[in-house]
């Protein structure tokens, strides 16, 4: 991996930078649509393209379980195998693992499906219940024999809220873990850049600590992990207010599973280059839409006689051919076009507003773009 800043905020921590890897090289600040297993739900990899996705991100625990780490190696990999030409991450499965253990309120599960001590995690699988056991050392291979372009270390996740004692011991294994996965990458012929995941819970001297560590061990990227996991959006933005400027200036920052446009653009003014999240996805098959006015709620009647676009300020390909009747239309219809199009539509936004942002920042603009966003969108939020 080849990491260049490109350019600076004068005013803040915000930044344009460039991430060269096997697969292409991509900008940051970077949204990563999330492909769980191989697949951005109900879009093809020929209209992320179309669309200006520059990477992916995808679940190694997803892929093991199905179809299995051998069938994607004998395909020539995961690139190939989901005919995608461009960058992939993955996420080590740290946080899926996480979600099988004790049950939440309200689960009609009675036991937990995790059981984690310092050597790995043993868990069954939510597929077929089978038996597993992941290590860090499993982790590596696992995304190594994927193939993906940035590969995270196995971490231990912790709920929120949770006590310091609980967390500091967490942020230990997590530490640990890491280590073990640089000295398995440095015995395995891979293009692959592992980055150091930084957990710690919204406790920043444990952040701190966890960066000062990696950043001495030389990893070559950082992710945050364990963040947007239930804390107020301010508590997160202390915690990377506090713990960024700990990180190596010249190494790619990447916050795990956040967020909403409002989060980004906050982690973004804070010094952070990546990013990813299942939320534009996930709302869009909900009936969600997100625009530059705010969210719509496409479903609802208000829209049954509205022939205008979803957003009259976006060039989608979906706003320039559909309205708002029509969207509603296939929503109460139950028809499958309608979760593509508003995929669709969603990932455009988030690309675009990505895209926009790296432009106010080459333009020494970020802080004005900022403002005007925020208000138009925070102003006009149609939670109808």
């Known amino acids: 991996m080849d990491f260049r800043i490109k350019k600076k905020d004068r005013r803040t921590r915000a930044r344009v930078c460039t991430i060269k890897t096997a697969h292409g090289e991509f900008v940051t600040p970077v949204f990563m649509p999330v492909g769980t297993q191989g697949t951005v739900k109900t879009l093809s990899p020929g209209e992320l393209e179309e669309i200006g996705v520059e990477a992916i991100l995808c679940n190694a625990f997803h892929l093991y379980l199905r179809p299995g780490v051998e069938v994607i190696r004998q395909a020539g990999g995961l690139n190939k195998f989901i005919n995608w030409n461009r960058p992939i991450i993955t996420d080590s499965g740290g946080y899926q693992v996480f979600s099988l253990g004790a049950p939440r309120p309200g689960s009609k ?161 804070r010094g952070v280059d990546m990013f990813d999240c299942a939320l534009p996805t996930r709302n869009a098959r909900n009936g969600c839409s997100f625009t530059g006015r705010g969210k719509v709620i496409i479903k609802n009647a208000l829209y049954k006689n509205d022939f205008g676009p979803l957003d009259p300020d976006c060039n989608c390909y979906v706003c320039r051919n559909f309205s708002r009747a029509y969207l509603r239309h296939l929503f109460n219809a139950e028809e499958i076009l309608g979760l593509r199009l508003n995929s669709y539509h969603n990932i455009f936004f988030y690309t675009n507003l990505i895209r926009n942002i790296r432009r106010a920042i080459l333009e020494d603009r970020f802080l004005e773009f900022k403002e005007e966003f925020l208000q138009k969108y925070n102003e006009s939020v149609i939670e109808n």
């Open 109 to 269: 599960r009675l036991k937990p499906l995790s059981k984690a001590n310092r050597e790995g995690v043993e868990f069954r699988s939510p597929v077929d219940g089978s038996l597993h056991l992941f290590t860090p050392e499993k982790v590596i291979q696992i995304q190594t024999d994927l193939g993906a372009d940035i590969v995270m270390p196995l971490d231990n996740v912790v709920g929120y809220p949770s006590s310091y004692e609980e967390t500091k011991s967490a942020h230990q294994i997590t530490i640990e873990w890491a280590l073990k996965s640089k000295r398995v990458m440095e015995n395995i012929r891979s293009k692959a850049t592992l980055f150091g995941i930084i957990q710690g819970g919204i406790y920043p001297e444990l952040r701190k600590e966890a960066a000062e560590i990696l950043s001495r061990e030389g990893f070559k990227g950082f992710a945050f992990g364990g963040l947007s996991v239930g804390e107020s959006s301010s508590t997160m933005f202390e915690v990377l207010e506090q713990t960024v400027p700990v990180l190596p200036e010249d190494s790619p920052r990447y916050l795990m599973g956040v967020g909403t446009p409002v989060d980004i653009i906050e982690a973004i003014e």
